[in-house]
């Protein structure tokens, strides 16, 4: 039996599939967690830094940086390369792709001996993977789970993004006595092939994405694909009800004709806010990156070393476990709260601990015990902030904001961003630490604050929407973002209803029109409580039998 919330049933597999696809966070995650931890491995620093005078092995900035930041450059092509990918076989077919170029990828790092640039493109072909699934597996998520706890599911995302942090440290702390030959670095990069393949097989059983589906015009396969996921026959209105409202959308789509890369930039009349919508998330999601949670992620074991902590891989796990049990803080903020309120506090609570991270640092002696530890305080309550707000939060939005025959150029477009920032932070970063050190937190900070604002006055509130009802919420005249979150559909007393109001006004019309013959939706009563009992019954969203217009198609 399916789950009920709000009256509409949430089948198992929808779960399955959003915490499957979510593997494609967790390599993700896997892979930005092990880097931080494998160049300070002596094995690996022999291999492939440089002799120092004093006999010892270090990496230039330069070295480092382009190691560290080469897997981004490859997730930004990756990103936009990966949409017509997706696009072309299906949301499922082609994340099991991509798995195979990541797989190559670690395949050319575990391979390496001596020369380091091997260990450079290793990361640029694994890029190219983790920057498709980062494109498609929100795009999937959304468009697949029911709009009930489509938050939850594709915050799942970044849940498993922690995990793989979490994990890859652990591992890189359990691998370091073994120094035979370098396994303990090439362990770490190995196992990486383990979560490819759990997801690269595993995804190929899940439910296709019916809105792909029905855009291919399969759409006996996209009913299959909503009785999945909502638990429920075929024949049922739920499915009926959702296939209608998608094959409507689709349509009126369709009829505008194929989306391509230029109107994503550049808008086109008919489809509202469709550029605004593209360069929305492109920003988000570069603030993402400019939130300063990458800082302490690749380079936080460097980091506090030189606060003289004895064992700074401890401090990692520390970090990654915070991130990682806060994240489920977090789905339940993003599902309750909405997106807006919690971006906006998060932004300002991060802001907060940053300029008190910098000023410590820039102003006390950081070898200090008190102030070493105060600085890890600091960044774990950043972390914390991080976890419960903007981490779910704008992987979130990348899915459900745009419409169908544009979402995946779009999601690219913003992952694109997200990947460009990486790439500028991971290289940039030890050269900007080395000229002004703990001011670095600074930037950080007000880059957090200008987050805060630009969601106040720029992002609209999609929570609780089907992702054709954030169409239609953008393209209402007049409607600003912070007055957003009191949008609702047309014929809904709220947000969480899924048929029942649709249908009360449908019949409420249909009847005006018998009595009337000259009704409009202008004159239709308002709901009481004796419509809701006779419409809901013992089963709300099952009392009438109306098919919705869009069936007609």
């Not at 570069?286 to 992620?297: K, R, S």
């Not at 991060?350 to 530890?373: E, M, P, R």
């Not at 150029?409 to 932070?425: D, G, I, R, Y």
Request: aromatic share 14%.
């Amino acid at each position: 039996m399916p789950l009920k919330i709000h009256g509409a049933p949430v089948g198992a597999q929808a779960i399955i599939l959003a915490v499957l696809a979510s593997m494609g966070g967790f390599i993700f995650g896997y892979d930005t967690g092990q880097i931080s931890d494998i160049v300070l491995m002596p094995d690996f620093l022999e291999r492939f830094g440089q002799l120092q005078s004093d006999g010892s092995y270090a990496f230039s900035n330069v070295r480092e940086g382009l190691i560290v930041g080469m897997l981004s450059i490859g997730t930004l092509l990756g990103a936009l390369v990966g949409s017509y990918i997706s696009n072309w076989l299906g949301r499922t077919r082609a994340m099991s792709i991509f798995c195979a170029f990541f797989s190559i990828g670690v395949l050319i790092q575990v391979t390496a001996i001596s020369d380091w640039v091997q260990i450079m493109m290793g990361r640029f072909i694994a890029g190219w993977g983790v920057g498709a699934l980062s494109a498609a597996v929100p795009v999937y998520q959304s468009e697949t789970a029911p709009k009930e706890i489509r938050g939850t599911l594709v915050a799942t995302y970044q849940l498993l993004i922690t995990l793989g942090i979490l994990v890859a440290y652990c591992f890189s702390i359990a691998t370091r006595s073994a120094n035979t030959n370098g396994a303990n670095w090439r362990i770490v990069i190995a196992l990486g092939w383990i979560w490819a393949l759990i997801l690269g097989v595993g995804i190929l059983f899940m439910p296709e994405s019916p809105r792909w589906l029905v855009a291919k015009g399969r759409y006996d396969e996209a009913k299959r694909s909503i009785a999945r996921v909502k638990g429920c026959p075929i024949e049922s209105d739920h499915v009926e009800y959702t296939f209608g409202e998608i094959v409507t959308d689709v349509k009126k789509e369709e009829a505008e004709g194929v989306g391509t890369w230029f109107e994503c930039l550049f808008g086109k009349k008919g489809i509202p806010k469709l550029a605004y919508r593209t360069y929305l998330l492109m920003v988000l999601q570069a603030i993402q990156q400019l939130t300063g949670a990458n800082y302490f992620f690749y380079y936080g074991a460097t980091n506090f070393v030189s606060v003289g902590l004895s064992d700074s891989y401890v401090t990692q796990i520390i970090f990654g476990a915070i991130n990682f049990f806060c994240t489920f803080f977090g789905l339940y903020v993003m599902e309750r709260f909405g997106r807006r309120w919690p971006l906006i506090i998060g932004g300002l609570w991060q802001a907060a601990w940053l300029f008190a991270y910098a000023s410590v640092g820039v102003i006390y002696d950081t070898n200090s015990k008190g102030t070493g530890s105060f600085l890890i305080a600091a960044a774990a309550l950043f972390i914390f902030g991080y976890a419960s707000t903007w981490a779910p939060g704008i992987w979130i939005l990348t899915g459900e904001s745009f419409p169908t025959r544009t979402r995946q150029k779009q999601a690219s477009l913003a992952v694109a961003a997200n990947w460009t920032f990486n790439f500028l932070l991971a290289f940039f970063t030890p050269f900007i630490t080395s000229a002004i050190d703990y001011a670095y937190g600074y930037v950080f900070a007000g880059c957090n604050l200008f987050g805060a604002i630009f969601v106040f006055f720029c992002l609209y509130e999609s929570s609780d929407l089907s992702l054709e009802q954030v169409n239609k919420m953008y393209g209402t005249p007049g409607l600003k973002p912070w007055r957003s979150e009191k949008w609702l559909p047309e014929g809904f007393s709220s947000r969480s209803s899924e048929m029942e109001d649709a249908k009360y006004t449908a019949r409420r019309f249909a009847e005006h029109q018998e009595n009337a013959g000259n009704a409009t939706a202008d004159t239709i009563p308002p709901r009481t409580s004796d419509d809701t009992m006779h419409d809901t019954g013992a089963n709300p969203a099952l009392a009438t039998k109306e098919k919705p217009v869009a069936q007609q198609v």
